[in-house]
C-alpha cells in the first residue's frame, strides 16, 4: 500500500507541469466539449456564416448568390430607412446612456451615506434590473404611455394634453429612453462599489481645507470613480446599440411613428424576417458590429485624458 | 474511478441529443398543424368547424394556432425559414408570391377532383390562387371593401347619408360635417391614407392597379401623390383623423375606440353582433368613387397546403372540408365573408344574423359592380404594403410634404420590385 503512494508523490510534479490532466488530454476536452460545441456551433459558425451571406442576396429559402459589396454599398447610398434606423439609434444612445449613467451614479451616492435601510433600498432601486429589458416590461411601458394612459392623465393635468406619447413622433422615442434609464439598477451597483473604495481620509483633507460638496464631488468622487465610469460607460453604450425588445414591443414591430423608434436591430430584424432579405440583414449586422466597435474604441481613446487610475501619475 | 467523468458525459450528451430528436407518432393518430390569423372571436368560430372535421375524420387531430395579421406572418416566416411550418395555413394575397417563388406551397392542381373539390366555388375568387397550371390553395370566402359607419353620427351632424355613386368629394363634406358636430376628438373618417388596400381600390377607380400582370407597378409616382394629396386634405380640414389618433390601434382601429364615425375595412372583418359595440348605430356603404365604383370580388384568403407536410392527404382533406362542408359553412357563417362555395352560400344565407346580414345585403348591392379580383401581386409585395404605411407616417405627422414623400416611396417600391425579379 505504501509503494504507489510514493510512486504517485514523486510522479506529482512532473504531471502539474503539464497540467492536471496532462496525461489525458482528451478528458480535458470532453469536459469542455458542452462549451467548446456551443462556442463553435451555435456562435462561431452563425457568425461566420453570417459574414458569407452578407455578400450575397439570401432570402431564407433559395441558395444564396455572391453579389459582393452590392448590400453595403445599398445601405450607406441608397436605403431612407436605414438613415432612419442609423439615427433614431444614436439618439437612444446619446440621450439614453448618460441619463442612464447620471442616474445610477445620482442614486449611488445617495444610496452611499450609511443608513440603517441601505440595504432595503439598494434592493429596491436594484430590482427593476432584474426585469431588464424584458418583454412583459416592455409592455407594461407601452400601456402607461399608450393614448389616455396614466402618462396622458399626467400631463394633462399639467396643461399638456397629448394622446398616447407611443403615437406622437416626438415623444415615441423618450419612451424608450425613460425605459432604459429606469433601468439603472446595475450600473448603479457598480458605482457603489467604486465609490466605497475611495478614502474618506481624501474627504477629510478637502473638507479641512474648506472644500464644499460640489467640490468634493469634482475634485475627489468623478477622477477616483473615473475608471468604473469608463467601464459604465463603454458597457452601456455597446448594450443600448443592441436594445430590440423594447422597440419592437412599443412600437408593435413597426419601428413607429414615423421610424422614430426603428431601432438598428430593428429594421435588420424587419430587413431579415419580414422582407426576406437575410443577405442584406447580415451585411447590417456586421456594419453593426464595425459601429460598435468604432464607437467604443473612441471612448478608449477618450479615455487617456479623463479616465484617472490610482497610483497612477499624472 | 477515471472513466467516470467519460461517462458522465457521454450520458448528458445522449440526453441532449433525445431531447432534440422529438416525438415520434403514436397510437396511429395524425396531427395537423393549421394555423389561421384573426382574433380569437374568430379562433372559436374556426374551432367549430375544425372541431366538425375531427368529428368526421376519426384519426386526424388538429392543432389550431391564431396570431394577429402582423405577428402571423412574422411567426410564419421564420417557421417557414426552418422547415418548420404548419401542414395547413392561410395565406394573403401579398405573401402568396414570397411562398410559391420559394417552393414551400403545395401545389392543389393534381389533386383537384379527388381529394380537393373546385367545382362548386364561385370563379370570381378563384384568380388568386391560379398561377398557370398550378393551384396554390383554395379561396376561403369572397369579400370586397366596404365602409362601416355610423349613421346616429351622420344624421345628427346632418350630413348627407353615403350611397352607391358617391364621390370623394362627397366624402370630404360628410366626414367634415360630422367633425364639426360630434365631440373634438372624434372625426367623420379615419384617414385612410396610409393603406395600400384602399390605395388598391382607388387605382382600380381610375382603371389602374396596383400590379400589372406581369407583376409590375401597376401605377406612377403621381397616382401616389395624388392619393396622399387628397388625403391629407382631407385630414387638415379636419375631416380625418390626426396622426396621434391613427397611429394608436392597440385597442381597436379609431372607429372602434370611437374616434371616427366611418372608416374603411374589408367586409369580412366583422362578428355577428359588430352593431351591438355601437349601440346599433352600424351601418354599411360602398366607398367613395372616382371614375368608377373599382371594388373587386376577391378572396378574403387562401388556404394552403406546405409542400413539405408529411401528412399530405389529411392536410388535402381539411382544405376541402373547410372550403366546401356546409357542416363547415354553418360553423363558419360570415366570419371569413361570403362562402366561396356556392351551394354554402346559399346554405347559411337563410341563417344570417346582425353584421353578417348587413355585409350579405351589401353584397348582393354592390355585387354586379365588382371586378374580378387581380393576380396575386409579385415577391417584394408583402414589404411594399407596410412600407406604404411607413412612408405615409411622415405624412399623417405633417413631417414630411404629401409629394415629395410619395415620389420617394416610389422610388423605393421601384427598388423593392426590381430587387425581387432576379
Known sequence: ?314 | MKKTPVAVTALALTLLATACGGSGSEDGETTLRFAIWGSDERYEIVQGAVQAFMDDNPGIQVETTVAEYDAYWQRMNTEMAGGNAPDVFLMSDRHLREYTGRNVVMDLAPHVGEGVRTDDITPEVMGLGTDGDHLWGLPMSQITITMPYNPGLWEEAGAEAPELGWTWDDYLEAAQTVSEHTDEDVYGASDFGGIESWFKVYLSQKGKSLYTEDGELGYTADDVVEWWEMATEFREAGATTPGEITNDTTAGSPMVQRHSASEFTPDSTFAPDQADEFDGDFALAPLPQADSLGLYAEPAMLISASARTSHEEESLALIDYVVNEPAAAEALGMTFGLPANQTNREHISGDLEGAWQQVYEYEELVGPELKEGPPAPPQGASALFDLFTAYYEDVMFDRADPEEQARAFYAEAEQVIADNQD
Open chain 1, 1 to 314: 500500500m505504501t509503494t504507489p503512494l510514493t510512486r504517485s508523490a514523486a510522479a506529482r510534479p512532473r504531471r502539474r507541469r503539464s497540467g492536471t490532466y496532462g496525461d489525458h488530454p482528451a478528458t480535458g476536452y470532453l469536459f469542455l466539449s458542452p462549451w467548446i460545441l456551443g462556442a463553435l456551433l451555435l456562435f462561431l459558425g452563425p457568425m461566420l456564416a453570417s459574414l458569407y451571406l452578407s455578400f450575397t442576396d439570401y432570402d431564407l429559402f433559395s441558395t444564396p448568390n455572391w453579389i459582393g459589396l452590392e448590400n453595403y454599398e445599398r445601405m450607406l447610398t441608397d436605403d431612407a430607412r436605414f438613415g432612419n434606423s442609423v439615427l433614431a439609434t444614436v439618439r437612444f444612445v446619446v440621450f439614453g446612456v448618460p441619463i442612464q449613467l447620471a442616474a445610477a451614479l445620482g442614486v449611488a451616492l445617495l444610496l452611499n451615506r450609511a443608513s440603517r435601510m441601505s440595504g432595503v433600498y439598494r434592493s429596491a432601486f436594484y430590482a427593476p434590473s432584474l426585469l431588464g429589458g424584458s418583454v412583459a416590461l416592455a409592455l407594461v411601458w407601452r400601456s402607461l404611455f399608450t393614448a389616455d394612459g396614466p402618462a396622458d392623465q399626467l400631463s394633462g393635468l399639467f396643461g399638456m394634453p397629448s394622446r398616447g406619447w407611443v403615437n406622437d413622433p416626438q415623444l415615441a422615442l423618450a419612451v424608450l429612453v425613460l425605459l432604459i434609464v429606469w433601468q439603472f439598477g446595475a450600473p448603479m451597483v457598480i458605482f457603489l462599489a467604486g465609490l466605497k473604495q475611495i478614502p474618506q481620509e481624501l474627504y477629510d483633507a478637502a473638507s479641512v481645507d474648506g472644500a464644499n460638496a460640489w467640490q468634493r464631488f469634482r475634485a475627489i468622487t468623478v477622477p477616483m470613480l473615473s475608471p468604473v465610469i469608463f467601464f459604465n460607460l463603454v458597457l452601456n453604450t455597446i448594450n443600448a446599440f443592441q436594445v430590440f425588445n423594447a422597440a419592437f414591443v412599443v412600437s408593435g414591430g413597426t419601428g413607429g411613428p414615423s421610424d422614430t423608434t426603428l431601432f438598428y436591430t430593428l429594421y435588420l430584424w424587419r430587413k431579415g424576417f419580414v422582407e426576406f432579405n437575410m443577405g442584406y440583414a447580415s451585411a447590417m449586422a456586421w456594419l453593426l458590429l464595425l459601429g460598435i466597435a468604432l464607437v467604443t474604441g473612441l471612448i478608449f481613446r477618450s479615455a487617456r485624458s479623463w479616465v484617472h487610475y490610482a497610483g497612477e501619475k499624472k
